[in-house]
């Protein structure tokens, strides 16, 4: 099996392991992690997938997000991913849980139950992996509402769940620039 997923009952407990893409396809409830990486000023660091991603493709999303192997904690496999996506590690906190099933188009489902990091990073120097991102933008939190609520299309579905609930956990910003919209 190339690319495992645990599948998870409702209380998160694993039931076994799945193909990520027959999961996906059959709707199977798994886990899953989102990190959400902002700077001292408050500004989270977006990402737009590469347009031949098995779904989602060309969409812009939070820092990063992927599954965890079987035997990893969810914090390992964030800890894991964030260099392998974007080339840098922050020190990462859990912010909280969400379990949600939504359409991913391609006839894929998202059903996950979602470990959600939140981390702060100075500067880092970002070097997205060409195999996974196509751009990356620091943005503000009230730019990101603004432009999330006018154009939803160009964000994934579980970024656009889980929008609200990692900005309420964000750190407080310490002041400094904000930024525009991510370029289309």
């Not at 193909?19 to 059959?26: G, I």
């Not at 949600?100 to 059903?111: A, D, I, Q, T």
Request: net charge negative; aromatic share 8%.
């Amino acid at each position: 099996m190339p690319h495992p997923v645990v599948l998870v009952n409702e209380d998160d407990r694993p039931l076994g392991t799945a193909d990520k893409l027959r999961a996906h396809a059959e709707g199977w409830l798994h886990r899953a992690f989102s990190v959400f990486i902002f700077d001292p000023a408050g500004r989270l660091l977006l990402q737009r997938r590469t347009e031949d991603k098995y779904h989602s493709g060309g969409l812009w999303s939070n820092t990063c997000c992927s599954h965890p192997r079987p035997e990893e904690p969810p914090i390992e496999g964030a800890r894991r991913r964030l260099p392998e996506e974007l080339g840098f590690t922050a020190s990462l906190t859990a912010a909280f849980q969400d379990r949600y099933k939504l359409s991913v188009g391609e006839n894929l489902v998202e059903h996950e139950h979602n470990h959600v990091f939140i981390g702060t990073a100075d500067a880092p120097s970002v070097r997205p992996s060409a195999d996974e991102v196509d751009d990356w933008a620091w943005v503000s939190p009230s730019v990101l509402r603004e432009d999330v609520a006018a154009r939803p299309h160009r964000y994934t579905t579980w970024f656009r769940h889980l929008l609200h609930p990692a900005l309420a956990a964000a750190p407080s910003p310490s002041g400094g620039p904000s930024a525009s919209t991510p370029a289309t």
